[in-house]
């Protein structure tokens, strides 16, 4: 086996001598254990192509209107569609609290921007008055400087927040003009208590005039601060300056979707970053209003509890890590025939060797793109290898299982059963679950315009599913069912507005794309106590499978000529802006505005769903080549002037032959139906190792 020279000294230096593990036995047993497993990892990726071959083929050989039976059958004769377990029982143990019992937001964070990881494992606490104050919660403009009036209504808001989810004893926290704890019992203006005296948790400072009060709700904390002093606190009666809540109980730091890593050097920084969050070393310094601040991980929070013992809470989420998945490989280390390694098992290994410093019983994994339970499998054995290889406890690696692709969801009981003692996760995720869809069914016929996508049957079904058959596993107490993403960053009165339909629909977490976010959707696991409502949902199966594979085929005759070109500009102008920083400046997650100019905040997942909604247009004949062509040009123009300023930008309307990341748009659209379910990190990976070689010649 071949290690290059600069991962070889990383993991020999900064590594295994933390683990107290000798070099020579640790590299002849990773051998082993790529001897083991990338013949299986290539086997699996061999029957991807397999299935989507007859996929192909069957399509073709009955065009038109899909007869569902025909269909399934076909499909369980071709071992897509595999039976269901009569019963699946997980049995994990071990998992840390905010995981297996409480609910709460989940941020995903870039591990290669060290500012945003910090702040995404910071983000365990947040300023209420700071979100509400900074975002369109709120509505209005805001002054210069503090805006008093705002800051009224920020704090109007809030109490109305206080009064429903910590309410006093007959009376509103409006009418409150001091705070005290007398006899372990929170007393408001001498004489008032909780309606729930059990809802207080802990104060800091003086019982009589607290410098805080800590609260409980569903499990949540949320904290009264208080400080005359403060500009908000002096206009307050009692002195109250924030409410701080509780916010992302958890943060996935990823390795995948969200970065750009494309060889050694950007594996390196990625795995370093990691080693930093989890030995505390981790540390980014910045200007900010012409003063230079360093951020670091936060500490615990110390309170005194009501009945005068210490009480200490964490002041970060707890992390899990999103590796890359099956299909990718590294030249990092090539075995012994020369052939690269799975870049998901180098980062199995050394992820978990990075994770070592923090010391947890626990580490968690998160998987994605995984096709089927035999997938999962090969990941749960792969996590055993490496326990055995590092010397770790049996089960010591969870796994967080993203079902995210199609036959992953049609088989999504018999999965969970292969990874039941060691499952901590099962998420939905709408856009590569729908480029899935679309690559999946290419053959069958036009699917329907992007936008109509989510009001499909399948997208129901694979929603409620997840929850349903995840709680028939039993995951609630175990592990958490998660729901995507908000990507408008921007629109956080409309995520306050409709994000809170992901805790009513049984989900203990959904994806957040800030610290901002994840208290402003802190408010929603407050609101609805998520473990009572999945109690009402279990025992039910909402949808069916043949639902699930409905296809999502449009009806091209209701498409005007307008109607093809909004929905070619749209995809055209996502799939560049997205890319271009991809590829050019080495952006995996970004805010890219879409052709309305809103700000989204984009991953790989985004352009996957756009290059395979053109490519099947393209191949059915709804939109011609001359037409993507036209659009790529025009759309060139849009997104050069939305990044018009930003730094390292090199735009592609003035050349657009010589610009990488517009050659790289066009290969992801005219090459998309090619692509391996039509996933865009072949062309990506290659693409950026041209820019960078462009960057800097040899």
């Known amino acids: 086996m071949q290690v290059d020279p600069r991962l070889r000294a990383f993991v020999e230096q900064e590594l295994l001598p933390p683990a107290g593990l000798d070099a020579a036995r640790f590299w002849a047993g990773f051998e082993e254990l790529v001897d083991e497993i990338m013949p299986r990892n290539r086997t699996l990726l061999a029957e991807r192509d397999r299935l989507q071959r007859e996929i192909d083929e069957w399509h073709r050989a009955h065009p ?64 209420l008055y700071d979100a509400l104050y900074g975002t369109d919660v709120i509505p209005g403009p805001r002054g210069a400087g503090y805006d008093l009036a705002r800051g009224a209504l920020v704090v109007e808001y ?19 003009a001091a705070y005290a704890v007398v006899e372990g019992a929170l007393v408001v203006n001498g004489a008032v208590g909780l309606a729930d005296p059990d809802q207080l948790r802990g104060y800091r400072g003086d019982p009589a005039a607290p410098d805080s009060v800590l609260l409980r709700q569903n499990g949540l904390h949320l904290e009264l601060r208080f400080d005359r002093a403060s500009v908000v606190g002096a206009a307050h009666p009692a002195g109250l300056s924030d409410v701080v809540l509780e916010s992302a109980l958890t943060t996935i730091v990823d390795f995948e979707d969200s970065v750009a890593c494309v060889d050694v050097d ?29 951020r670091r991980l936060a500490p615990d929070l110390d309170f005194v509890a009501p009945d005068g013992t210490s009480l200490t809470l964490p002041g970060r989420a707890v992390m899990l890590v999103r590796t890359v998945g099956h299909l990718m490989t590294t030249d990092a280390v090539l075995d012994r025939d020369g052939t690269e390694i799975g870049e998901g098992v180098l980062d199995a290994v050394v992820t978990t060797l990075a994770a070592l410093p923090a010391g947890a019983a626990s580490i968690y994994i998160v998987k994605p793109k995984m096709h089927g ?22 089960l010591t690696l969870k796994l967080g299982l993203m079902d995210e692709e199609r036959r992953m969801s ?61 709680l028939a596993a039993g995951l609630a107490g175990r592990a958490q069912i998660g729901k995507g993403m908000w990507a408008m960053t921007e629109l956080m009165a409309d995520m306050v507005e409709q994000k809170v339909g992901q805790p009513l629909a049984g989900a203990s977490t959904g994806w957040v794309p800030s610290p901002t976010g994840a208290t402003l959707h802190a408010i929603h696991y407050h609101r609805v106590d998520v473990a009572a409502r999945q109690r009402e949902l279990a025992g039910h199966r909402r949808s069916t499978r043949a639902e699930l594979l409905e296809l999502p085929l449009g009806d091209p005759a209701a498409w005007s000529d307008a109607d093809r070109r909004e929905e070619l500009d749209n995809n055209v102008q996502s799939l560049l802006g997205y890319v271009v920083r991809w590829v050019e400046l080495g952006v995996g997650c970004s805010k890219v505005p879409d052709i309305h100019d809103v700000a989204l905040m984009e991953d790989r997942a985004t352009l996957r769903i756009s290059s395979q909604h053109l490519a099947n ?72 190792r041209e820019a960078k070689l462009k960057e800097t010649p040899s």
């Open 64 to 127: 038109g209107a899909v007869d569902q039976d025909a269909y399934l059958a076909f499909l369980e004769g071709i071992g897509y569609l595999l039976p269901e377990p009569v019963s699946v029982a997980v049995t994990t143990t071990g998992a840390d609290p905010e995981i297996a019992v409480l609910a709460g937001p989940q941020l995903v964070v870039p591990v290669t921007n060290a500012r945003y990881a910090l702040n995404a494992v910071n983000a365990r606490w947040g300023s």
């Open 373 to 394: 339970p035999d997938e999962v499998r090969l990941t749960v054995d792969l996590f055993a290898r490496v326990e055995q290889l590092l010397g770790l406890p049996a």
């Open 617 to 688: 247009w393209l191949r059915h004949g709804i939109v011609s080549e001359q037409q993507v062509r036209e659009s790529l040009a025009r759309m060139a123009v849009v997104v050069d002037a939305q990044n018009a300023g930003e730094p390292g930008y090199r735009p592609m309307a003035p050349d657009r032959e010589s610009s990488i990341g517009f050659r790289s748009a066009v290969e992801l659209v005219f090459e998309g139906a090619g692509q391996p379910n039509g996933y865009t990190e072949p062309i990506l990976h290659r693409r950026r």
């Open 158 to 176: 809030a109490r109305g927040l206080l009064d429903e989810f910590v309410p006093l004893r007959g009376a509103s926290h409006g009418d409150a």
């Open 266 to 294: 950007d594996k390196l920084h990625a795995y370093r970053n990691w080693l930093g969050l989890n030995n505390g070393t981790l540390e980014d310094s910045f200007q900010k209003g012409g003063r230079t601040v360093t």
């Open 410 to 470: 049609a088989n999504l009981a018999l999965a969970i059963a292969e990874a039941s003692d060691r499952l901590v996760f099962i998420n939905t995720g709408f856009l590569d679950r729908s480029g899935d869809e679309i690559h999946t069914s290419l053959e069958a016929g036009p699917v329907v315009r992007k936008h109509d996508m989510r009001s499909q049957t399948w997208i129901r079904a694979y929603e409620e599913q997840n929850v349903d058959i995840g």
